[in-house]
């Protein structure tokens, strides 16, 4: 079992839609996960991290967590043109010092 | 402030050649991170530095060295160039390690071995 996965894509959304992205992990003892956004021919980006389960919001974007379904998630509303990029989730395996552990990213396309 | 820099940005090596790929941050991070990306394969974790005068092994460290030459500086070292490590190369940098830390990446160094 891959230790974070994701759904290739690519994800295709009209613009004004809400895109769901979302992401799964094998680590029950995982601590914390983020999201990156990474358009063509450039780095990652970080749009935001969650450590709790719930959800948590920053402006258009929202990262929700299940830390019994190992399940972490990215809802972006009102998508854009401009939002169109691949979507890296990340997690951190465990408490103390230790690395995140990226998924291969699925590709969101929001269309005019 | 220029978060993270790498040199150069891109780089065409022939097989067996060598090179070091520079990476600089002026965040005061203490840990740094070399990953490559190649298509399909996602980013992986070729070796970091927790802090200054300490380097681990990542998930895919063959054929590559490192060097943590201060707190801002972390060198990537190919000793004999081989074509599967054409890639791109990001350096990333965090303020420590462990669950709360967010990584910030460089720009990439897009690296062709022939």
């Known amino acids: 079992q891959k230790e974070v996965e994701q759904n290739s894509g690519p994800l295709s959304v009209p613009e004004g839609a809400i895109a769901s992205l979302n992401c799964t992990y094998s680590?029950?003892?995982?601590?914390?996960f983020f999201w990156y956004r990474q358009y063509s021919g450039k780095s990652p980006e970080l749009i935001m991290f969650?450590?709790?389960?719930g959800d948590k919001e920053d402006g258009r974007f929202t990262a929700q967590l299940n830390k019994a379904s190992q399940y972490v998630s990215l809802l972006i509303r009102d998508s854009q043109p401009s939002d169109s990029a691949t979507y890296l989730c990340a997690v951190n395996r465990r408490s103390g010092y230790s690395t995140l552990t990226f998924g291969k990213g699925t590709m969101l396309l929001v269309s005019p | 402030n220029a978060g993270v820099t790498q040199t150069p940005k891109f780089q065409v090596l022939k097989t067996g050649q060598s090179m070091t790929l520079q990476c600089a941050q002026d965040m005061n991070h203490n840990s740094m991170y070399w990953y490559r990306q190649d298509p399909g394969m996602g980013l992986r974790l070729i070796y970091y530095?927790?802090?200054?005068?300490?380097?681990d092994k990542g998930e895919v460290p063959n054929g590559y060295n490192v060097s943590r030459l201060n707190k801002r500086e972390f060198s990537l070292r190919l000793e004999s160039a081989a074509p599967s490590q054409t890639s791109v190369y990001f350096c990333?940098?965090?303020?420590?390690?462990?669950?709360?830390?967010?990584?910030?990446f460089g720009p990439g160094t897009r690296l062709t071995v022939t």
């Open positions: 530095s927790a802090s200054e005068g300490t380097t």
């Open positions: 990333a940098s965090s303020e420590g390690g462990g669950g709360f830390n967010e990584q910030y």
């Open positions: 969650i450590y709790s389960n």
């Open positions: 680590d029950r003892g995982s601590q914390s």
